[in-house]
């Protein structure tokens, strides 16, 4: 702590001759930190408030021109930004007579901080120019002014009040207890001081608002108004077949050069965005499918325009269909020729056992009637028990044969399947009758490059079957 004063005690031992007392001193601390013992006199001034910040400027319009080579000045230029607003000084502080004499210490009155400068508001943005010509040259005769405002300039900071000084800084007061000549005769001398007070500190400077950012061309070589594009959509198939649908897609290209472009002086961002080219490609829907297209028609097909000028076409995940595309100009003709759900390709259902020995077949029912468009194979997995394993689980089973069913032991009438278990390389003594028996099934469909499959179980005990 920094030293303000010193304590000095004098002790006077009165004895048969004269002592010189000792002096003990004790550190007092600067400033605030002097103890509870300080008083001010007078009063602190009042800060200054801070100024108001500049107001932003309002951007420029953006327009939209048709250029025919006339003569043209256009002002989007942005607005500058407000200035910012001065802070205000610090009061002076008020300044009273200092108390004399007095056993504590004083702390003179402070000035006023001054407040802080308001900020500048920012600039306008120029406006943006949409320039529609089929002959680049006629910009020359475009004067066009699109810079962005300036900055407004900062608020000063205010000025800090003046402080009062102490008149006597430095005093000292002595206090004796006891009576002169006694042994307890003591004599106190304490030094106090008067701080002066604090000056106002000046208030800061604000900061200079942003400037506005130029405008910018965009180029159309069109004489109409350009249609926003649609790349993608997503759409019935009724839609679809009964009207069709028009894609389109406008390619961009950002360049380099914009105020060549316009008359000499003219202050536009040097980069701006051109169209090269708009593509129109037209999607429709023909059903040359025997299905009932009614089924069909509330469900929805993705198309896109990819890059290549090629349309793609998602699908539905739960339809098949067969179908070709043909591209005829500017249209795509989605055909197609047969459509299921895919659902459909797992509706198989077992029909049971029947005969015995090699004549044992395994029926099965196509229910979704569909059999005539999806091609089927078989695999096979024959285990057979002693036990019956119609009622209750079983684990002794022995896996007697296992592979594909090969094509011509798989008869199909209509929509119904018999698979010649029987002619299998199973041995006789594996398929005579009384044995438990596990038939697994399992069906791989495909269609049109679509597949699925099913697995079909079947436990039963071999017999006489019909």
Sequence with gaps: ?????????????????????????????????????????????????????????????????????????????????????????????????????????????????????????????????????????????????????KGGQPGLGGIGGQSCQCSEPYWSLEACTGNPGDSDYRCTTREFRCQDGRQGANGQTGVRGRDGLMGKLTLINLDKPLESDESAATVTMRTLKEKGYLLSKNNWETRNGAKALFAPGSIIDDQYLALTERIERSFLLVWNAPQQFSKFAPRKITLGLENNRNMKVDLPDDLWIEATTQQQNNLTQFIVYN????????????????????????????????????????????????????????????????????????????????????????????????????????????????????????????????
Excluded at 32 to 60: M, P, R, T, V, Y
């Design 1 to 149: 702590m920094h030293v303000l004063g010193k304590l000095s005690l004098f002790t006077l031992f009165f004895t048969s001759s004269l002592v010189i007392p000792p002096v003990i001193r004790f550190d007092v601390c600067h400033g605030l930190a002097w103890g509870a013992d300080i008083k001010s006199f007078g009063q602190d001034g009042q800060s200054g408030q801070s100024g108001q910040a500049g107001q932003n400027s309002q951007d420029s319009d953006n327009i939209t021109i048709f250029a025919d080579g006339s003569p043209l000045t256009l002002n989007l230029a942005g607005l500058d930004g407000e200035q910012g607003k001065n802070g205000q000084d610090g009061e002076e502080a008020t300044c009273k007579s200092q108390p004399v004499n007095v056993p504590y210490h004083l702390q003179a009155p402070s000035g006023g901080n001054g407040g802080n400068g308001g900020n500048g508001g920012d600039g306008g943005n120029g406006g943006s120019l949409t320039i529609y010509t089929t002959n680049p040259t006629n910009l020359q005769q475009i004067y066009v002014n699109a810079g962005g405002g």
């Design 339 to 466: 459509a299921i759900r895919a659902q459909d390709a797992t509706q198989l259902e077992s029909q049971g056992l029947s005969g015995n020995q090699t004549n044992l077949k395994l029926t099965i029912v196509d229910k979704a009637q569909q059999s005539n468009l999806i091609a089927t194979k078989f695999k096979i997995t024959y285990r057979t028990t002693q036990s019956d394993p119609r009622f209750r689980p079983v684990s002794d089973y022995i896996t007697r044969y296992e592979g594909e069913i090969p094509e011509e032991l798989v008869m199909l009438d209509g929509n119904k399947f018999t698979l010649k278990i029987g002619e299998l390389p199973i041995k006789s003594n594996d398929l005579r009758s009384g044995l438990g028996v596990e038939i697994k099934i399992v069906a791989l469909r495909s269609f049109a490059g679509y597949s699925a499959e099913q697995t079909i179980r079947v436990k039963d005990v071999l017999g006489p079957f019909r």
